[in-house]
């Protein structure tokens, strides 16, 4: 027992554990999914938030730019109002462009072309720029242009933007004032927007994406992003490319790409009025560095709701499982037979727990009340069974000594039988020797008188068996009525064994309606689907002890029921018997008479032949009469002797289920002393 109780024991720690794992699990899960959830659309806030940034710094940075251009586009278009520039003298030109440069100290190198695009620069160089596209344009635009390539300058031989504009001097010739803006003069501002080496932007033209402002001063003139050297392919990403090829359409956006384990946050947009692009670039670690210190928060708070989550556990996990526990401790005490542990089942509260532990208190309570009634009435049944053993036993004795007396009457009246058979052969002798009469008168008489006392026993003797018949009738009357009481007591059995049924139907309907309730809670009721399931199994159980009962009632029922149909047999029997006995006694009355009819004339023969001679005709038909009688009364005797047989064998059957029923009885109490009220 200890053994069992150390298991469940474990069992229910086991169960206790599972709960405070669930809860603590469930509790853990749900701060870190929400946590989880918080850190994802932290993160992607923060993500947005630096494309954002980078959008607008790439904005800024590009707003930069133009504004640069823009200024040296309106210095250059006002120098091209000078005057000078309609001279057909090139040293009067050259000092104009002299003078430009000087007062403009952001251009590079200053020009003049003619209509053949020929160049005349401020040192008196003399070149062709036919060839360069961006003149080509401004002779045919007839406005200013700004190459969409970077090119490098003939004059400073350094990487520079190249601006034309037509002079505008009335009646001036076709000529065309230019400018080489130094793309030096514009790193200033891309080292402006440098924060660190994973923080910078930089800018290249629409040709080949050629940078021409970069931090990295080694990138200058020389990579290209959009349609790179074989040597540099390795070191431009492909999204960088891409970004590239819109920004120099005309677009602007955000992108986060990984290239070579480095995560990136980039920006990129046009340079308005021109076809260059920018892209501004931030390492994406460093983005998110604020999110990094959130995350130990969150890691701490985890930590602390675990912690908080496990004394809530252990708390919840003892609220559930002890009352569960108590519950299936009775439930073993009843199940060891001892109902006697109810009143300790104590119920608090009204959840589903308190209504388990109120159904099983109400079951033991049920199941004890059951038990006792039927205890009770096994008792009350082996009573009377040994009542009715005693009654059956005595009936039988009055059945074997009426059989007894039966035969004897049939004997006797055999013997009478016979005698009336010789009386009748005498009285036919009568006529053949009418004068022998004299001397038998007296023989005739003596037999007379002989034949008249074996009548009177005879008639003694079927007054004796009509009383014993009377008496046996009575007993089985007495017998028949105790088995129908004895049937009573099998009913009212049956009707307690119907109500265990249905309290342990209902014990197991409250199971199923707990098991459902406890699939219904999910995780949290597997422990009451437990409990439910062994509640049910204790119903079940019940339920096949009282079926069990049941069937022994019912051989029980079947067996009175078999009594009763033979007491009722042994009744019509004896009644016909007594019938017969009467009858019988009646035909000794008239035997007895006719004898002493017989010995009156038997008398009379000595007073009178001639009377006796006409009356042995008469007599003869008398004694043909009384021998027909005499075999009917020794058959009916013997009809009596085997009716007095069968009712001797149904009461030796009555017996036999009497003492079947008593065993029933006392097995059934047997049954009920392994438990305790």
Sequence with gaps: ?????????????????????????????????????????????????AQEERL??????????????????????????????????????????????????IFST?????????????????????????????????????????????????????????????????RYLGISLNVDKLQSIIDGTKKNDSNYSFAFDAKDGLVFAHPITDYVGLLKIINPDEKDKSKIPPEQQTMAKEAVSGHSGTQIYSFNGLKTIAAYTNVPGTSFGVVSSLNYDQAMEPIRKERNSTLII????????????????????????????????????????EKNIIVKGQDEVAQLQKAFKNMAIMLKSTMQQIGQAATNIASSSEVLEISAEQSAQGATQIAQTVAEVASGTMAQAKTIDNTVE????????????????????????????????????????VDS????????????????????????????????????????????????????????????SVVADEVRKLAEQSKESTNTIARIIGDVQSQTNYAIKKMDTSAQEVSSGQEVVLAA???????????????????????????????????????????????????????????????????????????????????????????QF
Excluded: W
Aim: aromatic residues 4%.
């Design 110 to 174: 200053v020009f003049l072309c003619d209509a053949s695009l020929s160049r005349l620069n401020e040192k008196g160089d003399i070149t062709s720029l036919a060839s360069r596209e961006y003149m080509q344009e401004v002779k045919k635009m007839k406005q200013t242009v700004i190459s969409r390539e970077i090119l490098i300058s003939q004059s400073t031989n350094k990487p520079s933007i190249m601006i034309a504009t037509p002079i505008k001097v009335p009646g001036a010739p076709e």
């Design 426 to 465: 005498i009285v036919k002798e009568i006529g053949d020797e009418i004068n022998e009469i004299a001397s038998k008168a007296s023989e005739v008489a003596l037999l007379a008188n002989e034949s008249a006392a074996v009548a009177a026993d005879g008639g003694k003797s079927i007054h004796s068996a």
């Design 585 to 675: 006694g009646e035909s000794f009355k008239r035997i007895q008479g006719q004898i002493d009819n017989v010995n009156q004339a038997v008398q009379g023969i000595s007073a009178t032949v001639q009377r006796l001679s006409a009356s042995s005709s008469h007599m003869i038909v008398s004694m043909e009469e009384i021998r027909g009688i005499s075999r009917e009364t020794a058959a009916s005797s013997q009809s009596i002797s085997a009716a007095t047989e069968e009712q001797s064998a149904g009461m030796q059957e009555i017996a036999s289920s009497i003492e079947s029923l008593a065993q029933l009885s006392n097995q059934l109490e047997g049954n009920l002393k392994q438990y």
């Design 56 to 105: 607008n710094i790439a904005v800024l940075t590009a707003s930069k730019l133009e504004t640069e251009i823009v200024r040296t586009v309106s210095a250059l278009e006002t120098a091209a109002n000078n005057t000078a520039f309609i001279s057909s003298d090139n040293a009067t030109i050259v000092n104009a462009l002299l003078s430009i440069k000087e007062q403009n100290q």
């Design 469 to 528: 018949i009377t008496n046996i009738n009575t007993i089985v009357q007495d017998t028949a009525q105790v088995i129908r009481g004895l049937g009573t007591y099998s009913d009212q059995i049956s009707q307690i064994i119907e109500t265990i049924s249905g309290i342990a139907s209902q014990t197991n309907l409250l199971a199923l309606n707990a098991a459902i309730e406890a699939a219904r809670a999910g995780e949290q009721g597997r422990g009451f």
């Design 302 to 341: 985890i930590l602390i709701t675990s912690f908080l989550s496990a004394i809530i556990a252990m708390a919840t996990a003892k609220f559930i499982v002890d009352p569960i526990q108590n519950i299936a401790r009775q439930a073993n005490i009843i199940a060891s037979g001892d109902f006697t542990e």
């Design 1 to 49: 027992m200890n053994l069992k109780r150390s298991i469940k024991r474990a069992n229910f720690l086991n169960i206790r554990l599972k709960m405070f794992l669930l809860i603590v699990l469930l509790i853990v899960l749900s701060i870190t999914a929400i946590k989880v959830y918080d850190y994802t659309i932290r993160i992607r806030e923060i993500e947005t938030t």
